[in-house]
């Protein structure tokens, strides 16, 4: 009776474990494009989930971990292309900046002579209720065909 106790509850919590959705609310889109002087900008675009917001790379120390940005494993500073909403936070208690439904950032970066070029944005999303740790998402380029 006992084995098939510690079976089945072992049988359920497996099934239980498997059978979690995991939340991805915050798709990343990368693009690069090369000017006509050579230079290259790349394009950064987060469609959110309804419900879900992303936090500016400006946001208050205090509050969410911001949106940060690294290319060639350096940190930088991605101009948002889209306008930043401004309001308390209630999970935070902190007056933030963060985007819904879409956020667009860009980098312009000099031709570096090299043939690929990556880097990666770190970000938080909360949708007012719970928050989700930091994600990574990398991107990764190839210059020259």
């Not at 498997?18 to 050579?38: A, C, M, R, T, Y």
């Not at 312009?108 to 002579?113: A, E, R, V």
Request: include cysteine; proline fraction near 4%.
């Amino acid at each position: 009776m006992r084995t098939t106790f510690i079976i089945i509850f072992m049988a359920f919590s497996f099934f239980k474990v498997f059978s979690q959705k995991i939340v991805s609310p915050v798709k990343w889109n990368f693009e690069i494009v090369q000017g006509l002087d050579h230079n290259y900008k790349i394009l950064a675009t987060a469609t959110i989930d309804k419900g879900w917001v992303l936090y500016s790379q400006f946001t208050s120390d205090e509050g969410p971990i911001p949106t940060s940005f690294s290319v060639q494993n350096e940190d930088v500073t991605f101009v948002e292309d889209t306008e930043v909403i401004k309001e308390m936070d209630e999970v935070f208690e902190v007056e933030v900046l963060k985007f819904k439904k879409e956020a667009k950032f860009s980098y312009s970066l000099p031709d570096i002579g090299q043939d690929h070029i990556s880097g990666y944005v770190v970000y938080m999303t909360c949708d007012g209720a719970r928050c989700l740790p930091p994600v990574k998402a990398e991107f990764n380029f190839n210059l020259r065909n």
